[in-house]
């Protein structure tokens, strides 16, 4: 534990200035030098996790492994490096505030008054100290959520603070991303918001190493220097960080251009070895010169919020990857698809995805998306409440059940073909009840989906408390719907596919939280590819 170097990471000015894409950008360089990295996020609500939050308040809930419901930063972490995320990962106020209550109530603080400093900041830092000795990696780099200058994120920034003052500046290291605007009447890009923001951190002791600037065009060797003199960073250390309009995935290649790595090692003493990097860039170039295009309808209620399937819109860019194809999404709104119109939404399209959810708006939307995707014969894939729903229209056009519903919409259908399972049924609370996280699957031989992953066993996250309801099982085979993965005991169905059709694939998991760019999950290259197909034919 002692040689892991802390990377922290703050952000001034303004929110949505990619500070989680710079972490993890800078944990994708780092591991391209050769070191181990472990990322974490602190988040300052006092939600314990976003799991019971509005999708409107927190964009899409990020699942890990071991089935913790996180901010969607870790998802950019997980993407861009190996690092392999645990509950543990993500941090919050709430989580450290109930841990501090906890303790004291049992009378572990021994009559003693509990402060935030030192209890609830010591807290801050046992986190941060926990996940360096677990993974004993040689950085651990912590994105501090929120804007400094925020009341809310005052006792991590003193917890991290007091890290640097014990452990010195060869093993902490301050990078704080900031706004440099551009004021359109003076065409002129300001820097006295960064100055203002530096001083707010200056204020409760956080002197930044390294400082990158959020811009629209590289800064000039002038600002730098301005931005140096008044911050108290070296020019060297002033860092441009230009938007990027094409993908994501050239931020690592913007930043490595401008040199954040070797700062970064050069201001922890470390040496800043071979980089190896070409597999990134190569993939960048398969993005950028992508020879085919697909057009794929996303079907979900909150499409206009741009976070909110965060990262399915990323793995249907890996589906991409995968087929030299670039990626179209048609965001569509379930409310304004009904019986007459849904021809007119999805003419045109090459594939159908129909992510997850919860609730019943536009449910029925949905439905006559997935009948039109399956009539006409449309790669259809179905996430979660996406399979649900396909499993739902199937049981209402095929087998006839003019009601059949999942008993969260119609508690009281006469063909509830999804229910909650039996164990789940009486509890009540909101949050934490649901199956989260990883669970081993078991693919039918012969199916797409075995095909697909060319593997027997999966294992895929989750995050929902409805089910396939059992007993209809033998009803949907004979009539076309095979059920193709299930949990080990077969208690469970993970997939449901139609196999005269030409890819239609439900699933029950959350598959689009185990795909990177340089690793694409199989159905979703699955699905691109045979959407491909279809562009083609329509072309011909
Ligand atoms: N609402 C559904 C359930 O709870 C689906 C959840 C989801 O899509 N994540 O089972």
């Given at each position: 534990m002692s040689k892991t170097k802390y990377i922290f990471i703050t952000g001034g000015v303004s929110s949505s200035l990619g500070k989680g894409v710079t972490v993890a950008a800078l944990g994708c360089l780092l591991e391209a030098r050769g070191y181990s990295v472990s990322l974490q996020?602190?988040?300052?609500?006092?939600?314990?996790?976003?799991?019971?939050?509005?999708?409107?308040?927190?964009?899409?809930?990020?699942?890990?492994?071991?089935?913790?419901?996180?901010?969607?930063?870790?998802?950019?972490?997980?993407?861009?490096?190996?690092?392999?995320?645990?509950?543990?990962?993500?941090?919050?106020?709430?989580?450290?505030?109930?841990?501090?209550?906890?303790?004291?109530?049992?009378?572990?603080?021994?009559?003693?008054?509990?402060?935030?400093?030192?209890?609830?900041?010591?807290?801050?830092?046992?986190?941060?100290?926990?996940?360096?000795?677990?993974?004993?990696?040689?950085?651990?780099?912590?994105?501090?959520?929120?804007?400094?200058?925020?009341?809310?994120?005052?006792?991590?920034?003193?917890?991290?603070?007091?890290?640097?003052?014990?452990?010195?500046?060869?093993?902490?290291?301050?990078?704080?991303?900031?706004?440099?605007?551009?004021?359109?009447?003076?065409?002129?890009?300001?820097?006295?918001?960064?100055?203002?923001?530096?001083?707010?951190?200056?204020?409760?002791?956080?002197?930044?190493?390294?400082?990158?600037?959020?811009?629209?065009?590289?800064?000039?060797?002038?600002?730098?220097?301005?931005?140096?003199?008044?911050?108290?960073?070296?020019?060297?250390?002033?860092?441009?960080?230009?938007?990027?309009?094409?993908?994501?995935?050239?931020?690592?290649?913007?930043?490595?251009?401008?040199?954040?790595?070797e700062?970064?090692?050069?201001?922890?003493?470390?040496?800043?070895?071979?980089?190896?990097?070409?597999?990134?860039?190569?993939?960048?170039?398969?993005?950028?010169?992508?020879?085919?295009?697909?057009?794929?309808?996303?079907?979900?209620?909150?499409?206009?919020?741009?976070?909110?399937?965060?990262?399915?819109?990323?793995?249907?860019?890996?589906?991409?990857?995968?087929?030299?194809?670039?990626?179209?999404?048609?965001?569509?709104?379930?409310?304004?698809?009904?019986?007459?119109?849904?021809?007119?939404?999805?003419?045109?399209?090459?594939?159908?995805?129909?992510?997850?959810?919860?609730?019943?708006?536009g449910i029925e939307g949905k439905i006559q998306a997935i009948q039109y995707a399956r009539t006409k014969k449309i790669p259809f894939f179905g996430i979660c409440l996406g399979m649900q729903c396909a499993v739902i229209e199937f049981g209402r056009n095929v087998l006839g059940y003019k009601d059949a519903n999942s008993t969260e919409f119609n508690p009281k259908s006469n063909h509830p073909v999804i229910s909650m399972i039996e164990e789940q049924m009486e509890i009540e609370r909101m949050g934490g009840t649901m199956r989260l996280g990883a669970y081993p699957c078991i693919l039918k031989k012969g199916s797409t989906a075995y095909s697909e992953y060319k593997s027997e066993k999966i294992s895929e996250r989750h995050r929902h408390r409805f089910e396939f309801t059992l007993r209809y099982k033998d009803e949907y085979e004979k009539k076309g719907m095979n059920l193709t993965g299930f949990s080990p005991d077969e208690s469970l169905v993970e997939i449901v596919e139609i196999p005269s059709h030409p890819w239609f694939v439900g699933v029950q998991f959350h598959p689009e939280f185990n795909s990177k760019p340089t690793e694409p999950h199989p159905l979703f290259a699955g699905f691109i590819r045979q959407a491909s197909k279809l562009a083609k034919k329509s072309e011909d």
């Open positions: 996020k602190m988040d300052p609500y006092i939600n314990i996790d976003p799991g019971t939050m509005s999708p409107y308040q927190h964009g899409e809930v990020y699942v890990t492994e071991d089935g913790a419901e996180t901010d969607l930063d870790l998802g950019y972490y997980e993407r861009f490096t190996k690092s392999h995320l645990s509950r543990k990962n993500s941090v919050s106020t709430g989580q450290i505030y109930h841990a501090v209550i906890e303790r004291e109530r049992k009378g572990d603080y021994l009559g003693r008054t509990v402060q935030v400093v030192p209890h609830i900041t010591n807290e801050i830092r046992n986190r941060i100290y926990t996940l360096a000795r677990e993974h004993e990696t040689d950085f651990v780099i912590v994105e501090i959520g929120g804007t400094v200058g925020d009341i809310e994120s005052v006792p991590f920034l003193e917890a991290i603070r007091q890290m640097r003052y014990e452990h010195g500046s060869s093993q902490v290291l301050f990078v704080h991303l900031t706004l440099v605007p551009t004021i359109t009447a003076a065409g002129e890009a300001k820097t006295k918001p960064t100055q203002h923001s530096v001083k707010e951190l200056l204020a409760l002791g956080i002197q930044p190493d390294i400082l990158i600037c959020r811009i629209n065009k590289p800064m000039t060797k002038e600002m730098k220097t301005k931005i140096s003199l008044f911050c108290n960073v070296k020019d060297q250390n002033v860092i441009s960080a230009v938007d990027i309009n094409t993908s994501i995935y050239e931020i690592p290649i913007m930043y490595k251009e401008e040199k954040l790595d700062v970064v090692l050069n201001a922890l003493g470390m040496d800043t070895r071979k980089l190896s990097f070409s597999h990134w860039e190569n993939l960048v170039k398969k993005i950028l010169n992508a020879k085919k295009q697909v057009k794929i309808a996303v079907i979900g209620k909150y499409i206009s919020l741009q976070d909110a399937y965060r990262s399915v819109y990323e793995s249907l860019a890996h589906g991409g990857i995968a087929n030299d194809t670039e990626v179209v999404v048609h965001k569509i709104d379930p409310e304004d698809i009904d019986s007459k119109n849904v021809k007119d939404h999805l003419k045109g399209m090459h594939g159908i995805l129909v992510p997850g959810g919860f609730g019943e708006r």
